[in-house]
Nanobody, 125 residues
Framework: QVQLVESGGGLVQAGGSLRVSCAAS????????MGWFRQAPAPGKEREFV??????????RFADSVKGRFTISRGNGKNTMYLQMNSLKPEDTAVYYC????????????????WGQGTQVTVSS
């Protein structure tokens, strides 16, 4: 069983930066790809893909809406993942969820087996 815990969310002004982190409990996490998804507070908004990183950290994938502004990385021990968010916009406001899956990167939320509880990111205009 893999437990994921997010941290680092908060309130930031538009144009600012924020880093959110995800820590995994299991050492077998080394073979898991990880991803970030977000869900905005508006009614009917679905959870959307943000970014993902392979188990080695060598391969990454980003949603078009965050390309060039967000970076994703894994810690040296590979059981921590980071999402560095720069040039934040009000439309980035959402609850950000960390997810993990065995195997390669995926952009579909249904392909991830493990999820964190989420961390709120709010960008003020």
């Amino acid at each position: 069983q893999v437990q994921l815990v997010e941290s680092g969310g908060g309130l930031v002004q538009a144009g600012g930066s924020l880093r959110v982190s995800c820590a995994a409990s299991a050492r077998t996490f080394l073979i898991y790809a990880m991803g970030w998804f977000r869900q905005a507070p508006a009614p009917g908004k679905e959870r959307e893909f943000v970014a993902a990183v392979s188990w080695s950290g060598d391969s990454t994938r980003f949603a078009d809406s965050v390309k060039g502004r967000f970076t994703i990385s894994r810690g040296n021990g590979k059981n921590t993942m980071y999402l560095q968010m720069n040039s934040l916009k009000p439309e980035d406001t959402a609850v950000y969820y960390c997810a993990a899956r065995p195997g390669g990167i995926a952009v579909v939320s249904g392909l991830y087996d493990y999820w964190g509880q989420g961390t709120q990111v709010t960008v003020s205009s």
